[in-house]
């Protein structure tokens, strides 16, 4: 075939090639119709006037084809609509040249429409793109320094090709219209969508929201709000679109016989049409329920992939404005997240922002929605956040509740309330300040003055705080002053058992540890309008007491104050810690004006108010207020300031004098028992000493002081409570028996026992002073310890005082021997006398005979055979010892020389060696001068038991007999036979 064929000539010239001009003048020239249609279809070029000439020859082309068949059609359309059918299916069989050309001319037909609405997004693309030109020339000076190009380049998807190739003239009219129509929406081209939607109607409709569904999420429904779909209320169902052909009428092959041939001989060409058959298309019109439910699932979208609460609210919105049912509830939710989400104050680190979704909006509880509102409110902000964000939720849930019949005049109510409740204290004042009585009602966010009274009250009762106060204050100036005039008695005992009964109410018990505002509001709520006014004036004077208290550092939460208010224990526990406390946690209670200043405070908790309601220390006498004051100035050894209050006149301290001793003697002793050294000129036992001289001397505070001066002396011994441990001072006081420190230091100490007036001064200041009993009982340990040291010259003369005491204490006792001192007195003397006397070691008889002696006249009648065998054993030794002496002397006296040799010593003489008095002994008979010689013995003793009851003792073993006889009379007989034999006279 010649190259100057036209059909090689056709296929030798590539697409880029062709014009208006090449294309006539090569394709006119052949007759094939079907070739010349074929060439045109296969041909697809981007230059818009040569594609056009290919469309417009190629539908030319297939004008005869069309004309023959409805030829044949008209032939047989006298049998019906069947045979209409079939007359085409058997004339496309027998000239199936002709079903191709009609075939081909459904192609051209198509693409000249494609062709019109490429042409028109053009138009309508190109001027969108200028008028961005225009704004982004308006930003040529952009700080951020934007790059116009960059923008043009990533941002504006043209349709021509010289402005973009991705769907260029070429692949725009065989693509998918489909796929075309998403990709438009996806740029958010929504004029193209439009124009597409509009001309093409019948292939786009199916697959409409498809095409919705390309849009992006974060796109304004505003700017497409023309796709959207919308209700049509005379048809209770979808509205349809306007639908416009490019053509005016339809060609005869686009019409449903001839498609329905051309489809049964599979003449007609894939061309998109069931391509997205997996996309589920909706040919038909959604009911209301279909279009409420795209609404919501579009704005879920948004809201799970974007978080853009404000599309989905605005395509919501938008739905309701078109007509679409059921959307209400849903707007609300929307809107109400909206706030929370845009309005609502968040946190100031933008990491601890929460992700709301409406699936979670919706698994919300009432107060929960509140909580999230306020998370974040301060105490300036909270009151315009409950009108700004709260109240339209309130009134949304009331709205909501008379919808479904199910009408709660108190849910907004008690929602609010139950917040306030739980709020923290300032955030609650400044709710109380936005619901002052004095503003106008409907700016009010608390409306009900009595509702507010019952919140305050439950709030500040209920409240752990112990600095707040005043923000507290500043709650109880919000609160309504009731005009109440005086009611009956009965109504005003009513409020006070009911305030009375309030202290019970917020104390723990075993069922409920802690009383919450919630539940102090359900024991307000009943209270009228009397009790309520009494309880706020109750409260005024709490909040008072609360500042006092926390202004010398002993808070309280206020709930204490009713639990108090009738137990005088609690009231004095804590106005001594209101006493102490101050001198020792604040540095600067130094001077006497700090002191007045807390002692009135003090008076003013005791005091009670105009409305006769007591203070915190209401129960508490002003004796007891002024002796908790001095008690907590002399702990904080401030003496001079202490004397200042006791002696200056006219003296703030009303207190009697033994108070003022107890009080003085209470703090001495508390520094006495937290001494670590028992030394008096230093540390806390200074203070206890110096303590005791801030009020006048007394007998009282003379002993405690001997007392400390006594314990300062007994650690100077070292006395030790257990190994290498010193005694402490708190261990002394505590020591039941006192004497038995003075037994640790004659017990630890060497010589301490040769000290006598230093141990008795002791013993004194340990506060035995006048105590017989226990002067004897120490005399008595310094003897016994003489003894042991063998000092028998200290331990003689000790017994010596220990007697005379007894001998002073049995004189100066008006019940005599009968008295229990002295017969405890006695008991320690005739024991300590009876050992010393006893006492192999010690050799002066004389003296051991007095000693026992007095043992014999103290003793009880039980012990007197045990000393007299003493008794009569040391005579039989001392007698024996003077005979010895008298035998050795006489031999010396014979052995000596008759001129040196003196004259025999007479009786007398022998008398006197005995230490017997001496008396004439001529003309008397030895058992008379015996006799006499007893007598004067005898009366130097001190036997005096004739005071005493009888005893059943037996007779000893040397057949001594004591039973019936007098004690007395029985030793005479003894001491005359002994003095008898002495002297040489009979023993019969």
């Known amino acids: 075939m010649s190259a100057h064929q036209p059909h090689v000539r056709w296929q030798n010239v590539g697409d880029d090639e062709l014009t208006v001009h090449l294309v006539r003048d090569i394709l ?30 190629g539908l030319s082309r297939t004008s005869l084809a069309v004309d023959r068949a409805r030829t044949s059609l008209v032939q047989g359309s006298e049998s019906g609509p069947l045979c209409t059918k079939r007359t085409l299916n058997a004339y496309f069989r027998q000239v199936p040249a002709d079903a191709q050309l009609c075939q081909l001319r459904t192609i051209f037909l198509d693409r000249l429409d494609r062709l019109s609405s490429f042409v028109e997004i053009h138009k309508v693309v190109q001027l969108q793109w200028e008028k961005s030109d225009d704004i982004d020339s308006e930003w040529e000076d952009d700080p951020w320094d934007y790059d116009p190009e960059e923008t043009s380049s990533s941002s504006k998807p043209d349709l021509l090709p010289a402005a973009d190739s991705r769907i260029p003239l070429s692949k725009f009219l065989v693509m998918d219209l489909v796929d075309i129509a998403c990709f438009f929406a996806s740029l958010e081209l929504y004029s193209a969508v439009h124009i597409l939607m509009t001309h093409h109607s019948s292939v786009l409709w199916p697959f409409r929201f498809v095409v919705l569904s390309s849009i992006p999420a974060h796109a304004p429904p505003s700017k497409y709000s023309e796709l959207l779909p919308a209700y049509d209320i005379s048809q209770g169902a979808e509205s349809m679109p306007l639908s416009q052909s490019w053509r005016s009428e339809s060609d005869w092959v686009e019409s449903h016989d001839v498609r329905a041939a051309l489809t049964d001989l599979q003449a007609l060409p894939h061309i998109g049409l069931d391509a997205h058959a997996m996309l589920s298309p909706v040919g038909g019109l959604l009911d209301p329920v279909g279009l409420a439910a795209w609404y919501a699932q579009r704005a879920e979208d948004v809201v799970a992939s974007t978080g853009m609460l404000d599309i989905a609210l605005a395509t919501v919105q938008h739905g ?27 946190p100031s680190d933008s990491s601890d922002a929460e992700d709301w979704t409406l699936d979670r909006w919706k698994s919300l509880e009432p107060a929960q929605v509140l909580q999230a509102y306020l998370a974040h409110s301060t105490q300036e902000s909270v009151a315009g956040d409950m009108t700004r ?27 609010l309330y139950d917040y306030v409740l739980r709020a923290p204290l300032p955030v609650a004042a400044a709710i109380f300040e936005a619901s002052k009585p004095t503003l106008p009602l409907p700016q009010r966010i608390i409306r009900n003055d009595e509702d507010l009274a019952r919140l305050a009250l439950s709030c500040l009762y209920g409240s752990d705080s112990l600095s707040e106060w005043s923000t507290m204050s500043s709650i109880f100036e919000c609160l309504p002053a009731w005009d109440i005039q005086p009611g009956t008695e009965d109504e005003a005992d009513e409020a006070d058992a009911t305030i009375a009964s309030l202290g019970a109410f917020v104390t723990p018990s075993t069922t409920i540890s802690r009383c919450s505002a919630a539940d102090l509001l359900l024991f307000f709520k009943p209270l009228p309008l009397v009790s309520l006014s009494r309880a706020l004036n109750i409260l005024d004077v709490h909040l008072m007491c609360g500042e006092i208290l926390s202004r010398w550092s002993v808070p309280v939460p206020l709930r204490w104050f009713p639990q108090s208010a009738s137990d005088v224990v609690e009231q004095r526990a804590r106005a001594n810690r209101m006493a102490r406390r101050t001198g020792s946690s604040l540095g600067e209670m130094k001077s006497k004006d700090d002191w007045e200043w807390l002692l009135e405070d003090m008076h003013k908790l005791r005091a009670t108010s105009k409305a006769g309601i007591r203070g915190a220390f209401g129960l508490m006498s002003e004796v007891d207020i002024s002796s908790i004051f001095l008690s907590g100035l002399l702990s904080s050894s401030l003496f001079d300031i202490a004397r200042e209050f006791l002696h200056k006149k006219p003296s703030k301290l009303s207190l009697p004098a033994p108070v003022v001793e107890d009080t003085c003697l209470s703090v001495s002793r508390e520094f006495y028992d937290n001494a670590s050294s028992a030394n008096f000129k230093v540390g806390d036992m200074r203070l206890a000493y110096d303590c005791l001289a801030v009020w006048r001397p007394s007998e009282r505070l003379s002993r405690e002081r001997d007392f400390i001066e006594a314990t300062s002396r007994i650690s100077s011994y070292n006395v030790y409570s257990r190994p290498g441990v010193k005694l402490s001072p708190i261990e002394m006081r505590l020591t039941t028996d006192r004497l038995s ?235 005359q036979r002994g003095i008898g034999w002495l002297l040489g006279a009979d023993e019969s």
């Open 741 to 975: 420190l003075i037994s640790r230091i004659l017990s630890g100490t060497v010589d301490a026992y040769k000290h006598t007036q230093v141990i008795l001064d002791l013993l004194y200041k340990l506060g035995y002073k006048g105590d017989a009993v226990a002067e004897v009982k120490t005399l008595a340990m310094l003897s016994d310890t003489a003894l042991q040291a063998e000092d028998f010259t200290r331990a003689y003369e000790t017994s010596q005082r220990m007697v005379e005491t007894v001998l002073q204490l049995r004189a100066g006792t008006p019940a005599g021997p009968e008295d229990p001192a002295f017969r405890k007195a006695c008991e320690v003397c005739w024991v300590a006398c009876y050992q010393l006397g006893r006492h192999p070691e010690f050799k002066d008889v004389d003296k051991k005979l007095v000693v026992l002696g007095r043992a014999l006249e103290f003793c009880p009648e039980d012990k007197l055979s045990d000393i007299l065998t003493s008794w009569r054993r040391l005579q039989r030794d001392d007698l024996e010892s003077r005979r010895e002496s008298i035998s050795n002397r006489s031999t010396t006296y014979q052995r000596r020389p008759a001129a040196n040799r003196k004259s025999a010593p007479s009786l007398q003489a022998k008398l006197t060696d005995l230490r017997l008095p001496m008396a004439p002994l001529i003309n008397a008979d030895a058992a008379a001068l015996a006799g006499r010689a007893f007598n004067r013995v005898a009366s130097t003793l001190p036997f005096t038991v004739g005071g005493r009851g009888r005893s059943n003792a037996p007779e000893d073993s040397s057949g001594l007999g004591l039973n019936g006889e007098d004690v007395s009379a029985h030793a005479s007989r003894v001491l």
């Open 28 to 57: 006119n020239v052949i007759d094939d119709d079907l070739w010349v249609a074929a060439a045109c279809t296969d041909r697809l070029v981007n230059d818009l006037d040569v594609q056009r000439e290919l469309l417009e020859l």
């Open 389 to 415: 964000l709260v109240m339209p939720y309130l009134f949304v849930l009331e709205s909501r509740a008379e919808r479904a019949g199910q009408s709660d005049p108190d849910l907004a109510v008690n929602l």
């Open 320 to 346: 309701i404005s078109s007509g679409v049912p059921d959307l209400d509830q849903l707007e609300e939710d929307l809107g109400l997240l909206a706030r929370l989400v845009y309005d609502a104050p968040q």
